[in-house]
């Protein structure tokens, strides 16, 4: 066969290979030259986005400009650093080793015959990629036929900022520990210290006693730690947390400070570079003293009000433009929905950002319009009123607030006092709802539910934020609200996943914790000698290793938002337990009705038995590898 057919069959192969395959085994040993590979999702529940649903259909990109000279007379070579990771132990048991020689050359042919980094994208990339992802996510199903009211946050909900106010956030808050909190003068001058867009994730957590920044899975087992910018040995982490990776509830609320909204990745990054100066030049330092400093820097740094101000004052530096935002809320409104704006940033802030993304008469599409709400306790204290602004001072006014107004904005307040200002009754929306899960089984009036509600409690809310902790939890749990999260980083994350270092790195995952599995079937259930022993360890270092691989594919020292290693991380796992639906922005609304019907996906699977899958539809390696090309299938 040709060196162009070889590349053209390879790109058929390996994405036969890796479109929807999420669980591999090695077949019997009665056959060991066969290798099947089962259409599934994995059963350790390893492949997928964290809530054990299959990854995006991948495709593998053929490179325009290939060399023939790349090409060896085996296909193609495999890169170099990438040679050692693919070679499996032996065992002196002929079963164990046809497994390892079995799955050893399936890892080789699988990695032989693909263009490996053909087509990666940096981190930035990625993000520009990703906010072509419209797509809205269901956790449960949701008619938005039945919502009358939709409520949104601001920051980083109906505004979406560059990473340059990460960077001012940043270096404001440096100044301060400098200014005020008097730490040395190089770290303002000498020490380069910036923002880094590619060290912190979302849904990261400090532990205030040894200023490490976790990532914690959904079980809140402490899955990858750094001090500063450098790893924490799994052995250390393992002495510190009584060997066990994790700490009791009450030590994790004493001990733990949550990193959870977009805004506390330029925190994540402070407190990492502050305790890296210090070990760097040896200066001798309370890590709870830092994080405590760093804090508060931060949070004096938002009240201040000084970067609102900036970016108030220049909305095209750190907004991104939002072309369909407007649709998206003009869609609701002509459907009769209700509009409410809940944010915790500042009136007069709010109001430069809406006239920059809305236009002057902003404020009479909204039903109510609430800034500095002090969200959570927006949700929990019952005993804060609200205040009018005045629109000709930008004051409050001190006179008691009765309704709320069209065209008026508010400050302060909770959810009782919402519960009585605004009108909850008639709608203007469809008078028939159905119940879930798409059966038309009543009107609702047949149970003596009425069209529209008669307090906060009974409205049928949509909530939209970004921040899980701050805008949706209690909104979900002590209200029932539905709600959706903005998470960008399911586009990105999307974006990268597609690539094909990702794809192979997962695959090659794959195929090493089946044939981990196999092994030990073929050890039986007799104690293990040494060199059992030895493979195991051997096997799970270079599952590690692959790990590591995909995690700096990711871009960042902790990997997916979604992941933390091989299990769903605890960002995920409040993701599916308090929001409804998810999309990487309020845009992605703009591709769906007002009276959309989302349902969840079928393989929203919870146990390990769920995802199993059975072996009816499989295919054998060998066959092909061995089987005859058609040139007009590959276009050539």
Same mark, same amino acid.
């Given at each position: 066969?040709?060196?162009?057919?070889?590349?053209?069959?390879?790109?058929?192969?390996?994405?036969?290979?890796?479109?929807?395959?999420?669980?591999?085994?090695?077949?019997?040993?009665?056959?060991?030259?066969?290798?099947?590979?089962?259409?599934?999702?994995?059963?350790?529940?390893?492949?997928?986005?964290?809530?054990?649903?299959?990854?995006?259909?991948?495709?593998?990109?053929?490179?325009?400009?290939?060399?023939?000279?790349?090409?060896?007379?085996?296909?193609?070579?495999?890169?170099?650093?990438?040679?050692?990771?693919?070679?499996?132990?032996?065992?002196?048991?002929?079963?164990?080793?046809?497994?390892?020689?079995?799955?050893?050359?399936?890892?080789?042919?699988?990695?032989?015959?693909? &263009?490996?980094?053909?087509?990666?994208?940096?981190?930035?990339?990625?993000?520009?990629?990703?906010?072509?992802?419209?797509?809205?996510?269901?956790?449960?199903?949701?008619?938005?036929?039945?919502?009358?009211?939709?409520?949104?946050?601001?920051?980083?909900?109906?505004?979406?900022?560059?990473?340059?106010?990460? $960077?001012?956030?940043?270096?404001?808050?440096?100044?301060?520990?400098?200014?005020?909190?008097?730490? +040395?003068?190089?770290?303002?001058?000498?020490?380069?210290?910036?923002?880094? +867009?590619?060290?912190?994730?979302?849904? =990261?957590?400090?532990?205030?006693?040894?200023?490490?920044?976790?990532?914690?899975?959904?079980?809140?087992?402490?899955?990858?730690?750094?001090?500063?910018?450098?790893?924490?040995?799994?052995?250390?982490?393992?002495?510190?947390?009584?060997?066990?990776?994790?700490?009791?509830?009450?030590?994790?609320?004493?001990?733990?400070?949550?990193?959870?909204?977009?805004? %506390?990745?330029?925190?994540?990054?402070?407190?990492?570079?502050?305790?890296?100066?210090?070990?760097?030049?040896?200066?001798?330092?309370?890590?709870?003293?830092?994080?405590?400093?760093?804090?508060?820097?931060?949070?004096?740094?938002?009240?201040?009000?000084?970067?609102?101000?900036?970016?108030?004052?220049?909305?095209?530096?750190?907004?991104?433009?939002?072309?369909?935002?407007?649709?998206?809320?003009?869609?609701?409104?002509?459907?009769?929905?209700?509009?409410?704006?809940?944010?915790?940033?500042?009136?007069?802030?709010?109001?430069?950002?809406?006239?920059? &993304?809305?236009?002057?008469?902003?404020?009479?599409?909204?039903?109510?319009?609430?800034?500095?709400?002090?969200? +959570? %306790?927006?949700?929990? $204290?019952?005993?804060?009123?609200?205040?009018?602004?005045?629109?000709?001072?930008?004051?409050?006014?001190?006179?008691?607030?009765?309704?709320?107004?069209?065209?008026?904005?508010?400050?302060?307040?909770?959810?009782?006092?919402?519960?009585?200002?605004?009108?909850?009754?008639?709608?203007?929306?469809?008078?028939?709802?159905?119940?879930?899960?798409?059966?038309?089984?009543?009107?609702?009036?047949?149970?003596?539910?009425?069209?529209?509600?008669? $307090?906060?409690?009974?409205?049928?809310?949509?909530?939209?934020?970004?921040?899980?902790?701050?805008?949706?939890?209690?909104?979900?749990?002590?209200?029932?609200?539905?709600?959706?999260?903005?998470?960008?980083?399911?586009?990105?994350?999307?974006?990268?996943?597609?690539?094909?270092?990702?794809? =192979?790195?997962?695959?090659?995952?794959?195929?090493?914790?089946?044939?981990?599995?196999?092994?030990?079937?073929?050890?039986?259930?007799?104690?293990?000698?040494?060199?059992?022993?030895?493979?195991? $360890?051997?096997?799970?270092?270079?599952?590690?290793?692959?790990?590591?691989?995909?995690?700096?594919?990711?871009?960042?020292?902790?990997?997916?938002?979604?992941?933390?290693?091989?299990?769903?991380?605890?960002?995920?796992?409040?993701?599916?337990?308090?929001?409804?639906?998810?999309? +990487?922005?309020?845009?992605?609304?703009?591709?769906?009705?007002?009276?959309?019907?989302?349902?969840?996906?079928?393989?929203?699977? &919870? &146990?390990?038995?769920?995802?199993?899958?059975?072996?009816?539809?499989?295919?054998?390696?060998?066959?092909?590898?061995?089987?005859?090309?058609?040139?007009?299938?590959?276009?050539?």
């Amino acid at each position: 066969m040709s060196w162009v057919k070889r590349a053209a069959f390879a790109a058929v192969l390996v994405n036969q290979l890796t479109t929807t395959v999420f669980g591999w085994s090695i077949q019997h040993p009665a056959k060991p030259r066969h290798v099947r590979a089962f259409y599934a999702t994995n059963g350790n529940g390893y492949g997928g986005n964290g809530f054990g649903k299959p990854l995006a259909t991948t495709s593998l990109k053929m490179s325009s400009s290939l060399d023939p000279t790349t090409i060896s007379s085996e296909g193609l070579r495999i890169e170099s650093n990438i040679t050692k990771l693919l070679q499996l132990p032996r065992h002196s048991k002929e079963n164990v080793n046809e497994v390892l020689i079995e799955a050893e050359k399936v890892l080789q042919a699988l990695h032989q015959y693909s &263009l490996i980094s053909q087509d990666s994208l940096s981190l930035q990339d990625a993000k520009k990629a990703g906010r072509a992802h419209e797509k809205v996510y269901a956790n449960n199903y949701v008619d938005l036929g039945k919502v009358d009211t939709v409520g949104f946050d601001f920051d980083y909900t109906l505004v979406t900022y560059t990473e340059e106010l990460l $960077d001012l956030i940043y270096d404001m808050a440096l100044k301060r520990l400098v200014t005020d909190k008097q730490y +040395p003068v190089e770290m303002l001058h000498t020490a380069g210290l910036r923002y880094d +867009p590619q060290f912190s994730i979302r849904g =990261l957590a400090v532990d205030t006693k040894t200023g490490w920044i976790c990532h914690l899975s959904y079980t809140h087992k402490v899955a990858v730690a750094w001090e500063g910018r450098e790893k924490v040995p799994t052995p250390k982490i393992y002495a510190e947390y009584r060997g066990k990776r994790g700490m009791t509830p009450s030590e994790r609320k004493r001990r733990l400070k949550p990193l959870n909204d977009l805004f %506390s990745m330029s925190e994540c990054c402070l407190i990492a570079d502050t305790v890296q100066f210090f070990k760097d030049r040896n200066i001798p330092y309370h890590a709870q003293n830092v994080i405590t400093d760093v804090l508060a820097a931060i949070r004096e740094t938002h009240i201040s009000g000084d970067f609102h101000r900036l970016v108030a004052e220049n909305p095209d530096r750190y907004f991104e433009p939002q072309p369909h935002l407007k649709q998206v809320v003009q869609n609701f409104k002509d459907a009769g929905k209700r509009l409410i704006f809940v944010s915790n940033s500042p009136f007069w802030y709010v109001d430069a950002g809406m006239r920059h &993304l809305f236009g002057t008469n902003w404020r009479m599409d909204w039903d109510a319009i609430i800034t500095s709400a002090g969200k +959570p %306790s927006f949700y929990k $204290d019952d005993s804060r009123p609200f205040r009018e602004i005045c629109q000709e001072t930008r004051r409050p006014l001190f006179k008691r607030v009765e309704r709320f107004e069209k065209g008026s904005m508010y400050t302060g307040g909770c959810i009782q006092e919402l519960t009585k200002l605004i009108d909850w009754s008639d709608p203007a929306i469809t008078p028939v709802s159905y119940e879930s899960n798409g059966d038309v089984l009543a009107e609702r009036s047949e149970f003596g539910i009425k069209s529209g509600a008669v $307090d906060v409690a009974t409205a049928n809310v949509l909530y939209i934020g970004d921040s899980l902790f701050a805008d949706l939890v209690d909104a979900k749990r002590e209200f029932s609200w539905t709600t959706a999260a903005v998470t960008p980083e399911v586009g990105y994350e999307l974006e990268i996943q597609s690539q094909t270092d990702f794809t =192979l790195a997962q695959r090659t995952l794959d195929l090493l914790l089946n044939a981990l599995r196999r092994v030990q079937e073929e050890l039986g259930t007799s104690m293990r000698t040494q060199e059992d022993l030895q493979i195991l $360890d051997g096997l799970e270092k270079l599952v590690s290793k692959w790990r590591d691989r995909e995690t700096r594919i990711l871009g960042n020292p902790f990997g997916s938002v979604f992941r933390a290693r091989y299990q769903p991380s605890l960002f995920a796992h409040s993701l599916r337990r308090y929001c409804d639906l998810y999309m +990487p922005s309020v845009s992605s609304l703009r591709n769906y009705s007002p009276q959309h019907r989302f349902y969840p996906e079928q393989h929203h699977k &919870l &146990l390990s038995h769920e995802m199993q899958s059975a072996p009816d539809d499989c295919w054998d390696l060998d066959e092909v590898l061995g089987c005859a090309v058609d040139d007009d299938a590959l276009g050539i």
